[in-house]
Every structure is written in structure tokens, then in C-alpha cells.
């Protein structure tokens, strides 16, 4: 019987018919990862929203554990309703924007709120969405509502995220920023690249962050997945239980590695960027590292899991 | 060319010229998201028939005062992160320079001097190379760094470690004839 994460090597078996059932009839709950998994760009892949609702229906959680720095929570929750998912809560998404922005309230403010000095400022690569999400953690960007005279507060940390603006000279100002050694560099998420709707590919954090690290000398503190911050987030509002949840993804690296140093058990959906070979080389590979790339189970999309669900 | 449109999405749709075979990376201080963006799909759409190239990995171009600003490994970083492969380095301490001064100029190594400031790029193609490697420290480079790598165990650093140093080139002078 496939273990939760401890133990040996997932065996990366097609979930199907009877198989389904004894894997989802325990389950308290189900992490998702959103792109290629629920939906690829505008459009909801097909019985994905079916899914959700019939996992409410059954009485299971559906929490959403999303890389994806570009939109905030509440942004995600109009995505979810216009692409057709009923009843998902900006509560229940976890975004690695989300997420950097509750780290970096942690590590500056003390996990408070407004302590006497404010904690500095943060200097953000990324877009409106990702800004939106660290101001409201409480925290002051860098370049918004300086002093016109004296002295600005110092920039305390360096936040990289998803930047369609990313730029030398933003680079080079992250760096006079770095040059202090109390000065974070924290990255929302490690993906190289995101995939296009028409198969082509677009630059992700990781790229950027590769950058800022080699100018630097630095590395950065990675906030998204595989890292587990985002579960502890999870965990701390909502209290689940890693040995009755399942993770469910389409990204060997980030999403089944993730569950995987969670102690989750892993489903592996076929509509996002990884193929079936990939996860098979990983299995059939010598290296322990590869091991943990391996999901428990795949499907071909996660409206195979419908018929695993009580009528 | 003009990218059509403010979004990534938009970019992905510009023509690619379809005579390019090579990227190539070098100091860029124009470098932007929507160039990694091209370089990447000419890179996805040649495969192995499309080279990376970058002129070098160094870190930082130091300025004056002691400041500097981000060097060609950075943005040859990004570039090799979102297409997952590694670029052919021209530079220092690559051999590749190396081999065409010797095919212009019938180089005999072990009757050669390499000069450098600069340990992990100078003195290491230098020694890579079986020149021998003179340090002079008006650049980048402290005498103490030096000593470090000298007295560590690690064979890497052993190989950053100069023949020679002089404070300055000029301290060559007395040893030339008139």
C-alpha cells in the first residue's frame, strides 16, 4: 500500500476504478495547484469544476497551493468564479505572493502589526498584484510614500517574484540594496518558466532570481514550492492533517516534490507541464533525489477522481 | 523589432526572424524581461540547432569608488534558468580565447606570462591553460583572498592561486633591459 510520504519510493500507479476509492475515501482533503491543473489560461479544464463540487458535496476540503505570483488572493477568487468554480474563498487560496508577503511580515514586523519602527521597507520585482499582497501584510514597498525630505526608511528585504518589467537597472538597484548584509532576498517561487497557452514558454521567477543570487553573491530564501512555508501557512489556518491529505499537481518539481516534503501523498495530473516519461525517468533513475520526484499516483486529468467520490 | 502589445502573451505572438541560430549574451544594460522572453523562444525553437553563447560569467563590473554594477553572468544566468541549458562561455577562464590567440600567434605556453587582477577568471585561465600567472593587486584582488585559497585543502582554489603577484605592473620595469 502506497505510504504517505515517509518510508520508500512512490510508485507513480494510474488511479483508477477501485484504486480510487481506497485512496479518496480517507482523505479529509485534497491540496490543489491551479495552472494545469484546474484550468490553462481562460480556459477550466474540463469536470474540474464538477470536481470541486463534488468533493464539497462529500464533505472534503479543497485548499489551493498556487506558485503563481502575479495575482492576489482576491484576484484568484474572481478567476476561480469567471472560469466557473463555485464557492472558492480568497480564504482558501494560498499564492506564493500570499505567502512571501506573510514571510516577510514574520521576519520584519515580528508577525505583529505596527511596531514602533515599521520594520523598513521592501523592495519588490513583480507586478501590482504581488505589491498589492505585501502592503497588505502591512508592509511598506520601497519607491511609495517616501519622505519628501531626510532620510527613508531602510530597505530591510528584496522581494523577487513573477516581473514582466524586470530590467537592468532593477537589477542593479536590488543589488545596492544587497550590499547590506541585513538585507533579505526572498523569491516567491523557483519555476524556470511558465507554459503558454499555445505551447511556447515565458521566463519565471527563477530566472529572474537566478540573476539577482549571481549579482548578489547571495541566495535567495524561496518561499513557493517545493520549499514548505506555504504548507505551514496551510496548516496554521487551517489545521490539516498531512496523513489525510492528498496533493494533487502537474509539476514534478515544485508540486509532487512539495507534497512529498510535506508528507503528503501525491497525484500527478496530466494537463499541465509534466509528461508520464518524465515522472517514469525520475522512477527508473539511480540518483535519491530523483526518487522524491516521483509521484504515488497520476491521472489523466483530475476528472478522473469524480467517480472516487460518493454519488 | 517592436514587440506587439504590452503583455508576455503579446510577446510570444512577434515573428522570429527565422535566420537565427545563436544567441548570444553579453553585457546588456538595456537586458529586460521581454528580451529574456525572445531569447527564450529562439532558443525553444532551434533546440540543439540554436546556440547560447555568452561572452562571460563575471559577477560585477566594479566602477570607480569601489561601487559596481551586475556583470554578463548575471543576465547569462537568466537565460541558461528558463531555457534549463548551459551557455558556451567565451570568456575568461574558458580556453576559448586562449586558443585563438595561439592559432594568430604561434604561443609557446611554458615561455608565456598571463597578467591578471583577477583570480577566478585571469589566473585561473591562466593556470587551466599552462601559462605561468603573475597577480598584480591595483585591481579587485587582495593579497589575504590569496592566502586563503593557498591554505585551504580544496584542489578548485588550489588552481586560483597566481605563481606571482607584483603590487603593480610597473614594478616590472627594472627587470627589463634598456
Not at chain 2, 590567440?101 to 611554458?110: C, K, N, T, Y
Amino acid at each position: 500500500r502506497e505510504g504517505c510520504g515517509g518510508g520508500g519510493m512512490a510508485s507513480c500507479r494510474r488511479l483508477s476504478g477501485a484504486g480510487l476509492r481506497e485512496v479518496l475515501g480517507p482523505a479529509q482533503g485534497l491540496l490543489f495547484d491551479c495552472d494545469g491543473v484546474l484550468w490553462a489560461g481562460e480556459r477550466a479544464v474540463p469536470g474540474a469544476p464538477e470536481l470541486l463540487e463534488r468533493l464539497r458535496r462529500s464533505g472534503k476540503a479543497a485548499l489551493f497551493v498556487s506558485n503563481n505570483s502575479r495575482r492576489s488572493v482576491a484576484e484568484l477568487e474572481r478567476r476561480f468564479s469567471r472560469l466557473g468554480f463555485r464557492g472558492v474563498r480568497a480564504e482558501h487560496v494560498f499564492s506564493s505572493a500570499l505567502c512571501s508577503a506573510l514571510f516577510l511580515r514574520q521576519r520584519l514586523l515580528g508577525g505583529g502589526g505596527d511596531e514602533g519602527n515599521g520594520g523598513g521597507r521592501v523592495f519588490v520585482l513583480g507586478g501590482e498584484g504581488l505589491r498589492g499582497e505585501v502592503r497588505d501584510a502591512g508592509l511598506r514597498l520601497a519607491g511609495e510614500g517616501e519622505p519628501a525630505t531626510g532620510p527613508a526608511e531602510p530597505v530591510r528585504a528584496v522581494l523577487v517574484g513573477y516581473d514582466d518589467q524586470f530590467t537592468f537597472a532593477k537589477l542593479a538597484q536590488a543589488c545596492g540594496y544587497l550590499r547590506d548584509p541585513q538585507c533579505l532576498l526572498v523569491a516567491t517561487d523557483p519555476d524556470p518558466w511558465h507554459p503558454l497557452s499555445d505551447g511556447q514558454r515565458t521566463p519565471g521567477t527563477g530566472s529572474l532570481t537566478a540573476a539577482v543570487e549571481t549579482a548578489s553573491g547571495r541566495k535567495a530564501l524561496v518561499v513557493g514550492k517545493p520549499n514548505t512555508y506555504m504548507f505551514d501557512c496551510i496548516v496554521e489556518r487551517f489545521g490539516v492533517d498531512p496523513s489525510r491529505t492528498l496533493m494533487v499537481g502537474d509539476r514534478l518539481e515544485t508540486d509532487i516534490l512539495f507534497g512529498k516534503n510535506c508528507g503528503l501523498s501525491t497525484i500527478l495530473t496530466l494537463t499541465g507541464v509534466s509528461r508520464l516519461e518524465e515522472a517514469q525517468a525520475y522512477m527508473a533513475s539511480d540518483s535519491a533525489a530523483a526518487k522524491d520526484l516521483v509521484p504515488n499516483y497520476y491521472v489523466d486529468s483530475i476528472a478522473d477522481l469524480i467517480p472516487g467520490l460518493d454519488e | 523589432a517592436a514587440l506587439p502589445g504590452p503583455a508576455p502573451a503579446d510577446w510570444a505572438q512577434a515573428p522570429l526572424d527565422p535566420a537565427v541560430r545563436a544567441v548570444l549574451v553579453g553585457f546588456d544594460e538595456h537586458f529586460s524581461y521581454a528580451k529574456l522572453c525572445q531569447a527564450l523562444r529562439y532558443l525553444l525553437r532551434g533546440g540543439s540547432d540554436c546556440l547560447l553563447v555568452g561572452t562571460n560569467r563575471d559577477h560585477r563590473l566594479p566602477l570607480e569608488g569601489g561601487t559596481g554594477i551586475p556583470g554578463t553572468g548575471c543576465l547569462v544566468k537568466a537565460v541558461e534558468t528558463a531555457a534549463q541549458r548551459e551557455a558556451f562561455i567565451v570568456g575568461k577562464p574558458n580556453r576559448y580565447m586562449f586558443d585563438c590567440v595561439v592559432s594568430e600567434f604561434h604561443i609557446d605556453p611554458a615561455r608565456t606570462i598571463m597578467v591578471g587582477d583577477r583570480l577566478d577568471t585571469d589566473i585561473l585561465m591562466g593556470n587551466s591553460c599552462g601559462l605561468t600567472t603573475l597577480l598584480t593587486l591595483t585591481g579587485v584582488t587582495t593579497l589575504d583572498e590569496v592566502k586563503g585559497h593557498q591554505e585551504s585543502n580544496c584542489p578548485a582554489r588550489q588552481s586560483l592561486v597566481p605563481d606571482y603577484y607584483v603590487d603593480s605592473i610597473a614594478d616590472l620595469l627594472p627587470a627589463l633591459g634598456d
